[in-house]
């Protein structure tokens, strides 16, 4: 009996393989442990990702390794985006990966403590641009999931503080990849509506993944520049996220968030019953008060008539003192200027200058007589130096009939060593002198 089997060749059925995979698995992301890293000196990356079940063959080509920011290590828990494909060679399931980063928690908490720094730095956090929060809010504005405890718990806490406070929900998505964009677009409605004086923004408890999207980066920066205050509710006390940092206050709860925003209508009745007891004794003491003060302003009070005579009365007085004190002044100014006038006649311009003009010429002849003395004086000074300067000059010793002999040079001749037979010799005698011949010369 024939039968028509259906037979493929080995490359066929790799081939199908692998058309198959990448059609039904064009880009997945995969976690597991890594291992078997092997880096060749081509830049390419071959490990396998493993769990307690499976493992799996994966490759990193050159390209996208040299731009990867984590540098894996063996036993590292790691996320890969990768697309599944069969190496039709071998026929081997694999994945071709074009990003990997650390998966679980301690990735996303480096995450977070890099944008904390990062806005931290940048002033977001600053307690000098939190805005305070209205003491009695008009309209409390929700930022949550219209289906999550979170909002249940909130509604219930407003209506038990304060039943008649209005409240209105921009609903938003809480957690996945799009619940940022959908927070901040909640954000903006809520602005643009110009409806509440403040914001919660709130959801339960959960994991770091769970509120991730409370650690946005555009988040943060959409919050903080919202001009609706923000009280941030999100998760547990120990939860803490960019979005409570950045809020202008945060709550452990999101019901702690609506007790901090609403005021308390039990308390606000007993403070206004409180009010009316206080009123009635408050307004009788003002009353007292006006009473005693009008009392005292009424013996304060003066009859016009008995003021016009008082004010008279002083206006008398005062003209009075006004006369008696001009005519001081009139008697001191009398008395200064006579004593100014004898004053000026003393000091006469014809007797100054009689009296300077008598110095004057005494002191011309004083002068005169100093300088006659001292011309004298200078003179038999002169005498006596010219007496004694004639007594050791060269002619005063010719005179005496010596004389002052030079040769041709005009050189004084002092020793006969000087001179020889036959020299012309000058003699210089106190009249006159004599141009003589050396006959000989004598030792």
């Not at 909002?151 to 940022?180: F, H, M």
């Not at 643009?192 to 994991?207: E, F, T």
């Not at 940092?245 to 901090?260: F, G, K, Q, S, W």
Request: charged content about 25%; some cysteine.
């Amino acid at each position: 009996m024939n039968r028509t089997h259906n037979v493929y060749q080995v490359s066929q059925l790799t081939d199908e393989m692998r058309r198959l995979m990448e059609t039904s698995y064009p880009e997945i992301w995969i976690e597991g442990e890594l291992s078997s890293l092997s880096a060749p000196a081509s830049g390419h990356l071959y490990f396998s990702l493993k769990d307690e079940r499976s493992q799996l063959r994966c490759a990193m080509f050159k390209g996208r390794a040299s731009v990867s920011r984590y540098r894996p290590k063996a036993g590292d828990l790691v996320r890969v985006r990768a697309k599944i494909s069969v190496y039709t060679a071998r026929g081997d399931l694999q994945c071709i990966v074009q990003h990997i980063e650390e998966a679980g928690e301690g990735v996303l908490q480096r995450r977070f403590e890099e944008l904390k720094d990062k806005l931290n730095n940048e002033g977001l956090f600053d307690h000098a641009h939190k805005r305070a929060l209205p003491s009695l809010p008009k309209r409390i504005g929700i930022v949550s999931s219209p289906t999550g405890a979170a909002v249940r718990d909130i509604i219930s806490a407003l209506k038990r503080r304060c039943p008649g406070l209005p409240v209105t929900l921009y609903p938003a998505v809480v957690q996945g990849e799009t619940a940022a964009s959908s927070i901040i677009t909640a954000i903006r409605d809520a602005v643009q509506h110009q409806q509440c004086d403040v914001l919660l923004l709130s959801r339960g408890g959960g994991s770091l993944e769970d509120l991730w999207c409370f650690n946005h980066e555009d988040l943060a920066r959409e919050i903080h520049r919202c001009p609706i205050p923000i009280v941030s509710g999100v998760g547990h006390e120990v939860d803490v996220t960019i979005a409570d940092l950045v809020a202008d206050l945060r709550a452990p709860t999101p019901t702690a968030a609506a007790e901090l925003v609403s005021p308390d209508a039990e308390q606000l009745s007993n403070q206004l019953v409180s009010l009316q007891f206080r009123l009635p004794r408050s307004f009788e003491r003002l009353m007292q008060r006006q009473s005693q003060q009008v009392d005292m302003l009424a013996k304060q009070l003066v009859h016009p008539r008995r003021q016009l005579q008082l004010n008279r009365d002083r206006l008398t007085q005062l003209g009075a003192r006004l006369k008696r004190n001009m005519l001081g002044n009139l008697q001191q100014q009398t008395r200064q200027a006579s004593n100014q006038a004898r004053r000026i006649a003393a000091q006469k311009p014809t007797k100054f200058l009689a009296r300077n003009r008598a110095a004057t010429v005494a002191l011309a002849q004083r002068a005169n007589r100093a300088a006659q003395g001292q011309l004298s004086t200078t003179r038999k000074s002169v005498e006596n130096l010219a007496g004694q300067l004639n007594l050791v000059s060269p002619l005063a010793t010719l005179d005496r009939g010596f004389s002052i002999t030079r040769d041709q040079k005009n050189t004084i001749i002092k020793a006969s060593s000087q001179v020889n037979a036959n020299d012309e010799i000058t003699v210089m005698l106190s009249d006159g002198s004599l141009n003589c011949n050396v006959l000989k010369v004598a030792k």
